[in-house]
């Protein structure tokens, strides 16, 4: 199978079926990812199969947290090499995507890709999370987090930051659990979680919305 075919078999298991144009600049962006990564540490995996299925098809399946739509602001934090807000940004270009990451190397990564990829209406904030203007605050749809510490810091760092109504959406291992109370705190509530394994893969996810 080739990686393009197991990226869109994958994304078709998740319900997004990518046209041709898409699924190029996926390919694009895989190249540019292990050019810039034998100079800066852009993510451990490095292996071309693992980066379509554990960073693209991984990042794709936030999109079972929230529905995309024209106007919808996203908010990533602590983006580090684009996962997951461009693979969501190439899979639905009528959305509007912040990404914060506070570590230089990897911002300049962002600026590139986005220039590569020509996309448009996404920007890149090279600040911590907490060091975001009081103008971010309830402002975005949604929120989405990574490799951003644990659940509890996550919630705690995203609360502010979404309209009321809003979703946080993050991925983590089945086993990481979180207390209904240190949410409510946040003003939040816990909606629902969604159990799944990455397409071509056993590794299982948690969705927490």
């Known amino acids: 199978m080739t990686l393009r075919t ?28 292990e050019k810039w990564n034998r100079k800066i540490n852009l993510t451990a995996i490095r292996n071309d199969q693992d980066i379509v299925i554990k960073h693209f098809l991984d990042s794709l399946s936030y999109l079972k947290g929230f529905v995309p739509a024209p106007a919808l602001r996203l908010l990533d934090m602590g983006a580090g090499a684009g996962f997951p807000a461009v693979p969501i940004k190439i899979a639905h270009p009528e959305i509007g ?55 509890k810091a996550a919630i705690s760092e995203g609360a502010p930051f979404l309209k009321p109504g809003g979703l946080m959406v993050l991925s983590r291992g089945p086993e990481e659990t979180i207390d209904e109370g240190s949410v409510f705190k946040e003003g939040l509530i816990i909606e629902k979680r969604l159990d799944l394994s990455l397409p071509h893969s056993k590794d299982p996810r948690a969705i927490w919305i």
Do not use: C, W
């Open 97 to 151: 995507v912040t990404m914060v990451e506070s570590v230089n190397k990897k911002a300049s990564f962002l600026r590139h890709i986005v220039r590569t990829l020509k996309l448009t209406d996404i920007v890149v904030v090279d600040k911590r999370t907490d060091e975001l203007p009081p103008s971010h605050h309830r402002t975005y749809d949604v929120v989405t987090a990574r490799a951003f510490a644990d659940m």
């Open 6 to 33: 197991l990226l869109t078999s994958g994304a078709q298991k998740l319900g997004i079926m990518l046209s041709d144009q898409q699924a190029d600049a996926f390919m694009v962006y895989l190249v540019e990812l």
